[in-house]
């Protein structure tokens, strides 16, 4: 398996989805802001379509809401979900719209 190092394109940032974030995350994201986890949640997340969790915002051209001039505002403490990407998950096409870079390969 290749193991990709992040090149922080922000391509997968501006790539419309779901990403679900736990209370540890929100609490982390929260005081990176300088929110609490109540007002983050409020401003920042919305609740999944099977209402079984939050997911981040998408702002209305699908980017994800804490996006900023090609930065993430949360970056140190961005969800486990960002983190993984492309190592753990991808979504179709994502090849033709990232970055990383392949740095070795995992047996």
């Known amino acids: ?23 540890i995350e929100i609490t982390a994201m929260a005081k990176e802001l300088g929110l609490s986890s109540n007002e983050f949640t409020e401003k920042y ?13 998408n702002n209305q051209n699908g980017s994800c809401v804490l996006l900023k001039d090609r930065s993430c505002l949360v970056h140190s403490s961005k969800p486990k979900q960002c983190k993984d990407f492309p190592n753990n998950w ?18």
Not at 3 to 9: G, L, Q, S, T, V
Not at 90 to 105: E, L, N, S, V
């Open 90 to 107: 991808r979504f179709k096409g994502w090849r033709q719209i990232c970055d990383a870079t392949p740095k070795k390969i995992i047996n």
């Open 1 to 23: 398996m290749i193991h990709y190092k992040c090149d922080r394109c922000t391509n997968c940032c501006n790539w419309p989805g779901e990403v679900i974030v736990s209370d």
């Open 45 to 57: 997340t919305k609740l999944r379509e099977q209402r079984n969790g939050l997911t981040l915002k």
